[in-house]
T-cell receptor
Framework: GAGVSQSPRYKVAKRGQDVALRCDPISGHVSLFWYQQALGQGPEFLTY????????KSGLPSDRFFAERPEGSVSTLKIQRTQQEDSAVYLC???????????FGPGTRLTVT | AQSVTQLDSQVPVFEEAPVELRCNYSSSVSVYLFWYVQYPNQGLQLLLK??????LVESINGFEAEFNKSQTSFHLRKPSVHISDTAEYFC????????????FGTGTSLTVIP
């Protein structure tokens, strides 16, 4: 594909439901990142993968948040027992290691009601 | 801790006027700096970046930014804006000690007035 894709683009969940957000990175890009962007804010780092290894998950706000990338390509961000404060746009980005530029997907807008 | 400050949350400017969007970073070690643009209902797109070398970097659509180490700034400028430049602009930094993690500012909403 031409770029990073994310699905679904929009998700409405009732409080307490579990959600799974998918990211399809650019083929061959080793690094993958998840960010959370609240309304009116800049993206905030959640977690980072290099291939299938999750090297940094310091930004995950609680143990309800879980991310995986089992084969080093597609990644899934899972949020269990969603809360209203989880409402945000979740961005996936990937990068080639050499120059540090990150390529962003369109994001998934999650609304928890 | 690293942080990026964008001093202006909203900047209205008339078409064909110059504009400057301010960005200050905090890292005291080697740093990479970026400006991303987000058009309505679209994802973040890289506008320009500073990795090393010349401190003045340019984009293909007339924006430029200058890395100023003494002032820890990376302000974005354009001498003459167009209606199509209306968007949200985010400054970001990463560094050799961050594992490629990006730190973003809170964004500046640029509105070009016809």
């Amino acid at each position: 594909g031409a770029g990073v894709s994310q699905s679904p683009r929009y998700k409405v969940a009732k409080r307490g439901q579990d959600v799974a957000l998918r990211c399809d990175p650019i083929s061959g890009h080793v690094s993958l990142f998840w960010y959370q962007q609240a309304l009116g804010q800049g993206p905030e780092f959640l977690t980072y993968f290099q291939n299938e290894a999750q090297l940094d998950k310091s930004g995950l706000p609680s143990d309800r948040f879980f991310a995986e990338r089992p084969e080093g390509s597609v990644s899934t961000l899972k949020i269990q027992r969603t809360q209203q404060e989880d409402s945000a746009v979740y961005l996936c980005a990937d990068a080639q290691d050499r120059d540090g530029e990150q390529y962003f997907g369109p994001g998934t807008r999650l609304t928890v009601t | 801790a690293q942080s990026v400050t964008q001093l202006d949350s909203q900047v209205p400017v008339f078409e064909e006027a110059p504009v400057e969007l301010r960005c200050n970073y905090s890292s005291s070690v080697s740093v990479y700096l970026f400006w991303y643009v987000q058009y309505p209902n679209q994802g973040l797109q890289l506008l320009l970046k500073y990795l090393s070398g010349s401190t003045l970097v340019e984009s293909i659509n007339g924006f430029e930014a200058e890395f100023n180490k003494s002032q820890t700034s990376f302000h974005l400028r354009k001498p003459s804006v167009h209606i199509s430049d209306t968007a949200e602009y985010f400054c970001a930094e990463s560094g050799s000690n961050t594992g490629n993690q990006f730190y973003f500012g809170t964004g500046t909403s640029l509105t070009v007035i016809p």
